[in-house]
Nanobody, 112 residues
């Protein structure tokens, strides 16, 4: 069955960086558009970034443009999210998504 396992979250100070990973299995990863979402306490889940199956096309929410970079390694069946210049408002649980499938999420907390 489809499995998406996120990792790399944690506590970081404002202005810091984190790199999230999402290890995928149970489906042909290289054929799927992949995306990262996030959900902060009391808020709806929102799209952060997406990437085409080959990695050639990416899209970002306005609130992360210029700070976050989505990428993928189809040989390793892994999706990444490089997050730089983190802000307290980036605090959320981050999820990867493939088609209708979600990972369990990884917590990112930005605080001094």
């Amino acid at each position: 069955q489809v499995q998406l396992v996120e990792s790399g979250g944690g506590l970081v100070q404002p202005g810091g960086s984190l790199r999230l990973s999402c290890a995928a299995s149970g489906f042909t990863f290289r054929r799927y558009y992949m995306s990262w979402y996030r959900q902060a306490p009391g808020k709806q889940r929102e799209l952060v970034a997406g990437i085409s199956s080959t990695g050639g096309i990416t899209n970002y929410a306005d609130f992360v443009k210029g700070r976050f970079t989505i990428s993928r390694d189809n040989a390793k069946n892994t999706l990444y999210l490089q997050m730089n210049s983190l802000l307290p408002e980036d605090t959320a649980v981050y999820y990867c998504k493939a088609d209708l499938n979600w990972g369990q999420g990884t917590q990112v907390t930005v605080s001094s």
